[in-house]
């Protein structure tokens, strides 16, 4: 297993490095000077090279990027251009108010979908496996926005029992798990939840049923095994394939909850990187997507050790 | 009671697309406690199909069956699904033909051993992988502490059918149903298994019933031999009756099989033909189309299960 660890490790890194690369050329890419966004558009050819050795724009780009990711790994990103505050200030808040979001969202994803594919694959071609499979279905097809909106209208519009927008009252001592926060959760977390659940349940389905078809179930009667455990033994043996879909979910999640956090104006990462990105605001926008880069990249090495915990064969592939 | 398993008049039929088609038509068995009976046949004879029903395990590929099954002494096919839980794997072992599938992948062999026990004998776990130990000793897999911790895929074939057979074991029933329990296996390896089975079989006094394809591994281990043909026993008897005396012309084919690998050119009875399609069988004797013997009633009437010497019994009409 520790070696597993290592090797996995090992991939992991360049990908790390790639990361960061990719994020920091994104500003060398991206149309448009950073520098006219900062500085008047009557702004002198001095003032302009001014700015650029103040930013260090004038070193060369190998430079440029050892000195950035230098400051990158102490946590100085740099200042938002329209907020003035620091970005590492305005994303640890954003951080902490997606993994809100996130894990709601995910807890929801996660029980529901392996739930529901548990369902769907035990009572295979019947009733029960036709309903889910039906709302399985309509859950991966429906666009996240789409579902936010008619969420938006139907609960909080049309009838008014749960709060259009923002995370609850803001107080000093921050999110607390009580009421008046908790409702501004419910839809968002069941927006952004929609899709990775029906997703995990589709492949929890296949899993089981692939499962069920294996030789060993027969042993498993034979042995005069329990209804439990022989449950135990086809769940086990489901679990790796839907874990490695749940990990991909998760992180296509935070690509949903730009969409679902902009609709319900839910001040996480995903709010920031819109705003950022139609601000123009650069230095936010690669201090958030270096934040969610990394952050998928661990995610993945995370759910390959589960994964690995969970099927002896793939340690040894 | 000394008789360890009674099948009498056991028929199976799977559903296709035309229908029930019936696969096992009839079959009747007898084995007396701590006997070995080979099961012999062609591919599709119904031997597996007869094996999986003697404990039950058929009704959930969605098969009809009928007929009386008794394992010392109960009635199977009359008890619910709980007792006949209680009885598979503690009375009855069951060793199928290819040991890589028939594990579970990701699941440690001991646990696989040990939750037997746990399940049969209310043994802990900490019992259950001490016996699976002493198990692992008696079906002679070396190193057994270490390959208890392994998975399945770790061990070779013939090391993953000991363990199978461990399992089967675990809480020495006194029936065995072992399905070409070799046939998966190299041939080197495939003797060292038969030679630990029959072992096994004498150690603790099991009723074995072996399904094979290979006539020699009959002689080996059997003291009972019956033959079966697209559904039903055609000859049953003992060893020495069946083998060195066989009464039924499909017997005589197969043996004549055997010897023609070692005889080029001695002119034995040919098995020509093709095993017959279960859901369209000819009226009759269903072997008639394939039978060198076959005269006039052969293709009218289906022939009757007739005893020759004692206990020696064959479905055929001549001789008559
Ligand atoms: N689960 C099943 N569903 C439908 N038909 C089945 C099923 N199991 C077996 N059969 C059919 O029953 C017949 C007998 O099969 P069985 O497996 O008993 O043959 P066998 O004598 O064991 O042959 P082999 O030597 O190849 O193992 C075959 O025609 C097979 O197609
Ligand atoms: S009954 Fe007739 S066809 Fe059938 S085996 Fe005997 S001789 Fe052959
Ligand atoms: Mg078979």
Not at chain 2, 91 to 117: C, K, N, S
Not at chain 2, 142 to 148: D, E, I, S
Not at chain 2, 205 to 223: K, N, P, S
Request: proline share 6%.
């Amino acid at each position: 297993m520790l070696r597993y660890l290592l090797r996995r490790l090992a991939y992991v890194a360049p990908i790390a490095v790639g990361v960061t690369l990719i994020v920091f050329l994104l500003v060398h890419i991206a149309p448009g000077d950073p520098i006219s966004a900062i500085l008047p558009d009557d702004a002198s050819a001095e003032m302009v090279a001014e700015a650029r050795r103040e930013y260090g724009l004038d070193k060369p780009l190998p430079v440029q990027y050892g000195i950035w990711l230098w400051r990158a790994a102490q946590g100085e990103l740099g200042t938002s251009i329209r907020s003035g505050r620091t970005v590492a200030s305005e994303l640890s808040m954003a951080v902490g108010n997606t993994f809100i979001l996130a894990v709601a969202a995910g807890l929801l994803a996660c029980v529901l979908g392996v739930a529901l594919g548990l369902v769907a694959g035990l009572a295979r071609d019947r009733i029960g496996d036709h309903l889910t499979s039906l709302f399985t279905l309509a859950g991966v097809s429906l666009p996240h926005y789409w579902v936010a909106i008619l969420l938006v209208i139907v609960f909080a519009v049309e009838n008014p029992w749960l709060p259009p927008l923002g995370m609850g009252p803001d107080s000093s001592d921050g999110w607390r798990p009580d009421w008046a926060h908790l409702q501004h959760l419910i839809l968002p977390a069941i927006a952004t939840a929609l899709i990775p659940m029906a997703v995990i349940a589709r492949t929890m389905r296949a899993s089981v049923i692939e499962a069920l078809d294996q030789d060993f179930v027969t042993t498993l009667h034979a042995k005069g095994l329990l209804p439990g455990r022989r449950l135990w033994h086809v769940l086990r043996n489901a679990l790796p394939t839907t874990l490695a879909v749940t990990g991909l979910q998760l992180g296509n999640m935070l690509g949903g909850s730009v969409l679902v956090e902009t609709v319900f104006a839910w001040p996480g990462t995903g709010f920031l990187l819109a705003n950022a990105i139609f601000q123009r605001d650069l230095p936010v926008l690669q201090g958030t997507m270096l934040v969610l880069s990394l952050f998928f990249v661990v995610l993945n090495l995370a759910v390959d050790l589960l994964q690995s915990w969970a099927d002896p064969r793939i340690r040894r592939a | 009671m000394s008789v360890a398993l009674e099948v009498s008049g056991l028929e199976v039929a799977y559903r296709s697309a035309r229908g029930f088609v019936p696969v096992v038509r009839g079959v009747d068995l007898t084995l007396a406690k701590g006997r070995v009976l080979a099961l012999l046949g062609e591919s599709g004879s119904g031997k597996s199909v007869t094996l999986r029903s003697v404990v039950g395990l058929t009704a959930r590929e969605g098969a009809r069956v009928s007929g009386r099954v008794r394992v010392l002494g109960q009635d199977v096919l009359a008890m619910d699904a709980r007792r006949q839980l209680d009885l598979r794997g503690s009375q009855v072992g069951f060793v199928f033909q290819e040991p890589m599938t028939a594990l579970d992948p990701v699941f440690r062999v001991g646990d696989q051993i040990a939750e037997v026990l746990v399940r049969h004998r209310g043994a802990t776990w900490a019992e259950g992988m001490a016996r699976a130990r002493a198990l692992f000793d008696l079906v002679q897999i070396p190193a057994a502490a270490q390959r208890l911790r392994a998975y399945p895929s770790e061990l070779s074939g013939g090391l993953r059918q000991r363990a199978m057979i461990a399992i089967a074991l675990a809480c020495e029933p006194p029936l065995l149903l072992a399905d070409e329990p070799t046939t998966a296996l190299d041939a080197t390896v495939q003797i060292q298994v038969l030679l630990l089975l029959r072992d096994l079989q004498k150690q603790l006094g099991t009723a074995v019933v072996f399904v094979t394809h290979d006539l020699g591994v009959a002689a080996e281990i059997a003291d009972e031999v019956a033959v079966m043909y697209a559904g039903r026993i055609v000859e049953r008897g003992s060893a020495e009756q069946v083998l060195l005396a066989p009464e039924h012309p499909y017997t005589r084919a197969l043996l004549g099989c055997v010897v023609r690998g070692g005889y080029a050119e001695a002119p034995l009875v040919e098995l020509a033909g093709s095993p017959p399609d279960l859901a369209r069988l000819p009226p009759g004797c269903s072997f008639a189309p394939r039978c060198v013997s076959a005269f006039a009633p052969c293709g009218v009437e289906e022939p009757g299960e007739r005893e020759r010497e004692a206990g020696h019994r064959a479905r055929c009409h001549l001789g008559r």
